[in-house]
């Protein structure tokens, strides 16, 4: 039987008391600001770095580059890192299958260590990951902020949620038997996050994989490869044997396919566009041969996600709360507000509180800490862009809808926002994923509820209101994965909000929530006679 071969700076130690949210960063704090500009002058220092190939804890390099650009400033390379092709699936597999043999029987003690010791690292060095989340994806410091304290509490959260596990029991004994009940790992996964979180999507289904027991190939999205790579470097400070976690940044028409159709690959954990996680979802549910097991898929797919205003709304709360959730990141988030539904009754009065309020908004070099930075690419810009022609045919343009010129070329567009829009309209169905908001007129909640319900994604929503009646009856029947009442719809905290959607949303995994270790298992119940 193989064992485990770890090193020796993993000192297996338990979580110090419950979970609670890492703290974020204040700002206004002259120190914290101090800290910040100082963190973005060390990055700054450390840009245009190569980043190796990470297989069986070797480092290699290829002959394709895939450059990683600062989308406020085009012109700058973030860093360079090498570009796995289809050749490189079956070493990275070979890497971590053996891998696999002997952290698979590593204790849950030492697992979860490790995970704790990354957090460690990454709470100790703050500022650091916030400045790179700055620089490569152009994340303000509270958006980057907020993605480092989510990475930290994926860590936290896991660890324990991992030695709870580990302690489950049949929910009865019976009698003359020892009855237990083991959730063992799958084997190994493919994780491909995505680039809009790139530390903490990719730090969690990352982080969940290995605590249970299962090894990983790691491809990053090739917009943030950086993060992941430091993630990486982070892991190997906390203890983490080679080929645990094989980092390949790579094409996912090549190296990705390459990898979620491997007969030896055993779970794909996903998250971005629609349109790629059912591309992963059918090449994943074909068997090939030499396959054994039904793959697992575990797919986060973003949403079309919409915030009810009803009549009797604190209209400043609704407001507030639909442009933070509307514009933060520049609207880059799954669960982003993309659809106001309100009631008609304040209709007028609240479509030009919004279009006060968005006019306040600053548009700029995330550096400096603007309310927006840039979108993340030119093709991403381009396809927003385009969605606001659209949206100039089929309703009324009341704030933005430019992309202003910036001395660096950067990708900035403003924050922009469109009255009149039927339900049906393209604004109203289709992702755009950028800063645009659709605000759509209806006659009562019930009809504001079935447009709601109306599109083929179910990932957030809000509902603004102080009738306790609505509230209870859309908690039933508002379709969404996370539902909030009085309050945007973004930011889900790790423990308090598990995190995921309904239909065209994904699979219905609920990330940084009790079950979610779940799917990196497999459930083995053992009876013994006595």
């Known amino acids: 039987m ?7 700076q993993i000192q297996p130690r338990t979580p110090q008391g419950g979970f609670v949210n890492e703290p974020f960063i204040d700002f206004m704090s002259p120190e914290n600001a101090r800290a910040m500009r100082a963190a973005l002058d060390l990055v700054a220092s450390q840009l245009g770095h190569e980043y190796d190939l990470i297989i069986g804890g070797r480092r290699l390099k290829t002959a394709g580059k895939i450059r990683s650009l600062n989308p406020a400033r085009p012109a700058q390379v973030v860093a360079v890192h090498q570009k796995a092709g289809a050749e490189h699936a079956e070493e990275a597999m070979q890497a971590a299958l053996e891998a696999f043999e002997s952290w698979s029987r590593t204790s849950v003690e030492t697992r979860v260590s490790l995970l704790l010791n990354a957090a460690g690292i ?23 902020d907020a993605d480092v304290a989510e990475t930290i509490d994926f860590l936290e959260f ?52 290995i605590v249970t027991g299962n090894t990983v190939i790691l491809k990053p999205s090739s917009d943030s490869p950086t993060i992941a790579a ?72 973003g949403g079309k996600d919409s915030i009810l205003v009803c009549a009797d709304a604190d209209l400043d709360a609704a407001v507030e709360g639909v442009v933070a959730s509307a514009f933060g990141f520049s609207g880059q988030k799954c669960s982003a507000c993309s659809r106001a539904i309100v009631e008609a009754q304040i209709y007028d009065v609240f479509v030009e509180r919004v279009r006060e309020r968005v006019a306040q908004l600053t548009v700029g070099d995330p550096l400096t800490n603007p309310n927006l930075g840039p979108v993340v690419n030119e093709s991403a810009l381009a396809s927003m862009l385009a969605y606001i022609e659209i949206g ?11 992309a202003p010129k910036a001395a660096d070329n950067g990708y900035f567009l403003e924050p922009t926002v469109f009255a009149d829009i039927a339900p049906n309209a393209v604004i109203a169905q289709e992702e755009i ?11 009562s909640y019930e009809e504001g509820l079935r ?15 102080t009738n306790r009646e609505l509230i209870d009856h859309a908690r039933r029947e508002f379709h969404v994965g996370n539902l909030y009442v009085n309050r945007k719809c973004t930011g889900a905290m790790v423990g308090a909000h598990p995190f995921g959607g309904f239909n065209m949303s994904g699979t219905d995994s609920k990330a940084g929530g009790p079950d979610y270790l779940t799917l990196f298992t497999q459930a083995k119940s053992v009876a013994e006679k006595l």
């Open 433 to 443: 994923f950028g800063p645009v908001l659709a605000i759509i007129k209806v006659e």
């Open 451 to 465: 447009v709601a319900n109306n599109t083929e994604y179910g990932l957030t929503g809000a509902i603004y209101t």
């Open 392 to 402: 100039k045919q089929e309703g009324r343009l009341i704030a933005g809808g430019h």
């Open 158 to 209: 896991y660890a324990r949620e991992a030695l709870r596990l580990a302690a489950a029991k049949t929910p009865i004994s019976y009698p003359g038997e020892r009855n237990q009940l083991l959730y063992i790992p799958l084997g190994v996964g493919a994780v491909i996050p995505p680039w809009n979180f790139p530390f903490a999507i990719m730090a969690g289904m990352t982080a969940a994989a």
């Open 2 to 8: 193989a064992t485990a071969t770890l090193p020796t």
């Open 230 to 301: 430091k993630f990486v470097e982070v892991l190997e400070e906390a203890g983490l044997p080679g080929g645990v976690v094989n980092f390949c940044p790579g094409s996912g028409a090549t190296f990705g396919n390459a990898i979620v159709e491997h007969p030896k690959t055993r779970f794909i954990a996903f998250t971005g566009s629609k349109s790629v996680g059912l591309d992963i979802h059918e090449r994943a549910a074909k068997a090939r041969p030499g396959q054994i097991w039904i793959k697992r898929t575990i797919l986060e797919m």
């Open 122 to 144: 990454i709470r100790d060095r703050k500022f650091e990951f916030c400045a790179w989340l700055t620089y490569e994806v152009g994340k303000n410091w509270a958006e980057a």
